[in-house]
T-cell receptor, first 113, second 112 residues
Framework: DGGITQSPKYLFRKEGQNVTLSCEQN?????MYWYRQDPGQGLRLIYY???????QKGDIAEGYSVSREKKESFPLTVTSAQKNPTAFYLC????????????FGSGTQLSVL | GESVGLHLPTLSVQEGDNSIINCAYS??????FIWYKQESGKGPQFIID?????DKRQGQRVTVLLNKTVKHLSLQIAATQPGDSAVYFC???????????FGIGTKLQVIP
């Protein structure tokens, strides 16, 4: 089945630690995105990538980093500079750079120990 | 729905009744709108979309209505079922490559 796979489903971070969230898609989509979801809030865009080896900051990029070395993969690193990392992280992709009709993964819940 | 901090607007509907979920969007230049459904612990799923040159679009058991005059979008679900219980998000996008802006969502509770 085609889709987007996020792992792990649950992740715990110690203070001062960097953690990396995985996102893989086999939909052959050009564009990929990372969103952060906090309780009672809409999704906020962290980073996006329209094509391999290129990515752009979203609204809340501080404390996060990404890479796009392969079309299928768009990992997100939550660095120690992100002081409030506890949230539900969603990866998405879209078939074209017009950013329409997003397909989402099942999310990673990140918590701080 | 309006932002109320940690508490999502909630709509409770009897099973079998019709549901109407409303959304006010912010950008008069937005030309594409989408509704997503998110079940607990899962990622959002696409339900239906509509472009600004239309005012109504129907899918299977769902209808989206767009009123550009008052910047209002609604999602109607016919014969609501327990499986429809979820949080529903509207999203808007303006022309060209622009990021999608999501609303805070409305929680739909179906009463058996």
């Amino acid at each position: 089945d085609g889709g987007i796979t996020q792992s792990p489903k649950y992740l715990f971070r110690k203070e001062g630690q960097n953690v990396t969230l995985s996102c893989e898609q086999n939909l052959n989509h050009d564009a990929m995105y990372w969103y952060r979801q906090d309780p009672g809030q809409g999704l906020r865009l962290i980073y996006y990538s329209q094509i391999v080896n290129d990515f752009q900051k979203g609204d809340i990029a501080e404390g996060y980093s990404v890479s796009r070395e392969k079309k299928e993969s768009f990992p997100l690193t939550v660095t120690s500079a992100q002081k409030n990392p506890t949230a539900f992280y969603l990866c998405a992709s879209s078939a074209d750079r017009a950013n329409e009709k997003l397909f989402f993964g099942s999310g990673t819940q990140l918590s701080v120990l | 729905g309006e932002s109320v901090g940690l508490h999502l607007p909630t709509l409770s509907v009897q099973e079998g009744d019709n549901s109407i979920i409303n959304c006010a969007y912010s950008n008069s230049a937005s030309d594409y709108f989408i509704w997503y459904k998110q079940e607990s612990g899962k990622g959002p799923q696409f339900i239906i979309d509509i472009r600004s040159n239309m005012d109504k679009r129907q899918g299977q058991r769902v209808t989206v209505l767009l009123n550009k005059t008052v910047k209002h979008l609604s999602l109607q679900i016919a014969a609501t079922q327990p499986g429809d219980s979820a949080v529903y998000f509207c999203a808007e996008k303006s022309g060209g490559y622009q990021k999608v802006t999501f609303g805070i969502g409305t929680k739909l509770q179906v009463i058996p």
